[in-house]
């Protein structure tokens, strides 16, 4: 890839973050989600910091029919973090670890997190 690849990534990721927080205030999972799996491409493809383990992830998550899926932290190995309606929770994660380990040789580790309202003073 070369330097236009990565900036068409970075000009395309200010666009969809702007897009996510109207979906956000909105309640648009559906929109969060398409953005996500955008994002996850665009850092595959066009910015080359993902590895074969979170494409497959993220192709997996897709086929459960995750709302979003995409890279989280460094990329190079590190982790995804999908946005799962909780009916298909159980189907997802059972699957996922299955045809990774499967695949890889060893089950992912899966951290279950919640949306909240992030960091906030509490007293």
Do not use: W
Not at 53 to 65: Q, R, S, T, V
């Amino acid at each position: 890839m070369n330097d236009y690849s990565r900036a068409h990534f970075v000009l395309g990721e200010k666009d969809r973050v702007l897009a996510v927080c109207d979906a956000l205030l909105a309640g648009d999972y559906e929109t969060v989600g398409q953005k996500m799996y955008e994002t996850h491409y665009g850092l595959s493809k066009e910015y080359e910091v993902s590895c074969d383990e979170l494409d497959f992830l993220n192709d997996i998550a897709k086929e459960n029919g995750v709302t979003g899926s995409r890279i989280m932290g460094g990329g190079f190995g590190g982790c995804t973090i999908n946005l799962v309606r909780a009916d298909l929770y159980n189907k997802f994660v059972a699957d996922a670890k299955k045809r990774f380990t499967a695949k890889y040789g060893h089950e992912p580790e899966v951290i279950d997190v919640v949306i909240s309202d992030g960091s906030r003073k509490l007293c």
